[in-house]
């Protein structure tokens, strides 16, 4: 499931900055090449623009979105993986006894 979601946001992030590049910050970019200062077109500057803003906004909460609920399908350890992760611990601090040295050896 959170690899649906990983996929999602890739394709929304890579969308996102497609329609962030066409658009120019000083009003001319795509809108201008549709029509230049023609109101009265079926898709003019003024409606490009506002589609172009639209499509920003919209694209930014899907991926805010996205992301909060993908935190809700990442794998977490279920209580079997806590447990065994506590019965290890408890191997790991068991006593072990001190064997006598043999000092022959040495």
Same mark, same amino acid.
């Given at each position: 499931?959170?690899? %649906?979601?990983?996929? !999602?946001?890739? %394709?929304?992030?890579? $969308? !996102?900055?497609?329609?962030?590049?066409?658009?120019?910050?000083?009003?001319?970019?795509?809108?201008?090449?549709?029509?230049?200062? +023609?109101?009265?077109?079926?898709?003019? +500057?003024?409606?490009?623009?506002? @589609? !172009?803003?639209?499509?920003?906004?919209? $694209? +930014?909460?899907?991926?805010?979105? !996205?992301?909060?609920?993908?935190? @809700?399908?990442?794998?977490?350890k279920?209580?079997?993986?806590?447990?065994?992760?506590?019965?290890?611990?408890?191997i790991?601090? +068991? %006593?072990?006894?001190?064997?006598?040295?043999?000092?022959? %050896?040495?």
């Amino acid at each position: 499931m959170y690899t %649906i979601f990983a996929v !999602l946001m890739i %394709i929304t992030s890579v $969308l !996102l900055v497609l329609v962030v590049l066409v658009q120019n910050p000083k009003g001319g970019g795509l809108s201008s090449s549709f029509g230049g200062g +023609a109101g009265n077109q079926i898709m003019g +500057a003024k409606r490009t623009t506002d @589609f !172009l803003e639209k499509a920003t906004w919209t $694209l +930014a909460i899907v991926l805010i979105s !996205l992301s909060l609920l993908s935190n @809700f399908s990442i794998p977490r350890k279920t209580d079997i993986d806590s447990n065994s992760i506590k019965a290890q611990e408890q191997i790991d601090e +068991a %006593i072990i006894p001190n064997l006598p040295t043999n000092s022959a %050896i040495e």
